[in-house]
């Protein structure tokens, strides 16, 4: 008898929450009055929950779900919600999630206090929601709500910061000029390890592991940073992941602004297409697929956007140029390709120019002047800034930001999607400049652009 008792105990401590079975039920209380028929308040709270499962809403990360009242500190007083899970809502971590079931006061007298159940208020994607107090159900078992996802059921999906461990290599890139996702790595384990234990997929599902490189260049990208805007702000990019019989939104907020995360999630074990999407959000939107692991497009690629939106490590040209007889340069300090870019509309508030077609890009040269004159002329030379394209035509321009200087702080110009290299050279003439005056422009040879990333 003493060996089987041993043996119970040893494997209560193996678990990541244990739970205490209590030997009767126990009083259960709001305000101080008993809670009327807690149990069934249980029942129909697990009812509602299985169609939330059902959905896809929620995925499954234990053994059972149960709906469990949470202590609020005084002896027998529980919160007016109900916490069921455990679940794990997609887009979050590898833990354990909980969903809310409130509870409506019907009715109040000596005899306690009488509930019903409310809709469950389902966290939406990437959003966590737990209990603060210990768990408790009517029979008197007790668990902790943090508790580490042990089994991943269908619609699991959880983003994990990325700790270097070997996937196999895969490759494919989706972007637009706010975001840009690159599948960089792809495994299909039997068991995963995560800061919670070893999660394993239940019976059905196969778990999946992806690796992902993140540029939110709606962050990085100072472009984005202008104000004010003509109506709207740009609209943020919305990524999903698509697997067999479910779209799975990639919260952005659980992105890095740049680096590298894992995300792990499960298919039916028939498996079937799995793709990588991003949606461009707007007056111009825009769905782009790629399939994953391949990388193959699915659908009519964007050739602009099949492309990086610039080298990796950018190398400033300059051309010569006298500017009211002071000599000194105009450098690209950087470029930007892609097929949206913000310009300046009026002279103050900045909007969204999109490319005329398909097979066409913007093209965003970044400009500094080096030893020449200081005036806020950028409205007055934007005009001068000419862009070449091999063939020897000069690219339509699009817009520029002003900045503060002589020269525009970018310049905007259309060009062919699979264009290599362009020139940049400013006009020869005179303009007539704020403190300046009327100053003679003597640009030197053309500086050569190349675009070969």
């Known amino acids: 008898m003493r060996r089987v008792v041993l043996v119970c105990l040893l494997l209560a401590g193996c678990g990541a ?5 209590g030997a009767e039920p126990v009083p259960l209380t709001i305000g101080g009055r008993p809670v009327v028929d807690a149990q069934g308040l249980q029942v129909q709270a697990e009812a509602e929950l299985s169609y939330t499962i059902g959905f896809g809403y929620v995925a499954r990360a234990g053994d059972a779900v149960n709906c469990w009242f949470a202590r609020t500190g005084a002896q027998g007083e529980v919160d007016r919600r109900l916490w069921c899970g455990p679940v794990q809502v997609p887009g979050t971590a590898a833990s354990t999630d909980w969903v809310p079931v409130p509870l409506k006061e019907v009715e109040q007298n000596d005899g306690g206090v009488r509930l019903e159940v409310e809709p469950p208020q389902v966290p939406g994607p990437g959003s966590r929601s737990t209990p603060l107090g210990r768990l408790v159900r009517t029979d008197g ?12 059921g269908p619609d699991f999906l ?4 990325d700790d270097g461990r070997p996937l196999d290599a895969a490759s494919g890139l989706v972007r637009d000029d706010q975001l840009a996702l690159r599948i960089t790595g792809y495994g299909s384990p039997e068991s995963w390890t995560t800061e919670r234990g070893e ?3 239940e019976h059905g599902v196969r778990l999946r592991v992806l690796r992902l490189s993140v540029e939110r260049l709606r962050e990085t990208d100072s472009a984005f940073r202008q104000t004010p805007w003509t109506g709207w702000l740009p609209q943020p990019p919305e990524a999903a992941l698509q697997v067999p019989g479910k779209r799975h939104p990639l919260p952005t907020d659980r992105l890095p602004e740049t680096g590298s995360v894992f995300v792990v999630y499960t298919v039916p074990d028939a498996g079937g297409q799995e793709a990588l999407v991003l949606n461009t959000v707007g007056a111009k939107s825009l769905e782009q697929r790629v399939e994953v692991p391949s990388g193959a497009a699915l659908g009519e690629p964007v050739p602009a956007l099949r492309r990086p939106a610039g080298p990796e490590q950018p190398t400033p040209v300059a051309q010569r140029v006298k500017v009211g007889g002071k000599e000194g340069s105009l450098q690209v300090e ?3 390709l892609g097929r949206q870019r913000p310009v300046n509309v009026d002279g103050q508030r900045y909007g969204l120019a999109t490319a005329s077609a398909p097979d066409k890009a913007l093209l965003e040269l970044r400009l500094q002047g080096k030893d020449l004159p200081e005036t806020t002329g950028a409205a007055l030379t934007k005009d001068l800034v000419a862009v070449t394209l091999p063939d020897g035509t000069r690219a339509p321009a699009v817009g ?3 900045g503060g200087d ?5 310049v905007v110009v259309e060009v062919p999607a699979d264009v290599r290299s362009v020139s940049v050279a400013v006009t020869a003439g005179t303009v007539d400049l704020p403190i300046l005056g009327q100053v003679a422009i003597e640009p030197g040879d053309p500086a ?3 675009l070969d990333f």
């Open 406 to 410: 002589t020269f525009p702080v970018a």
């Open 448 to 450: 050569v652009v190349p």
């Open 334 to 336: 950087r470029v930007r």
């Open 400 to 402: 520029a930001r002003y």
């Open 17 to 21: 929450a244990p739970e205490r079975t």
């Open 141 to 152: 078992r007790e668990a902790d709500a943090d508790q580490g996802a042990e089994l991943a």
């Open 158 to 161: 959880a983003v994990q910061p």
């Open 199 to 201: 999660l394993r997929a």
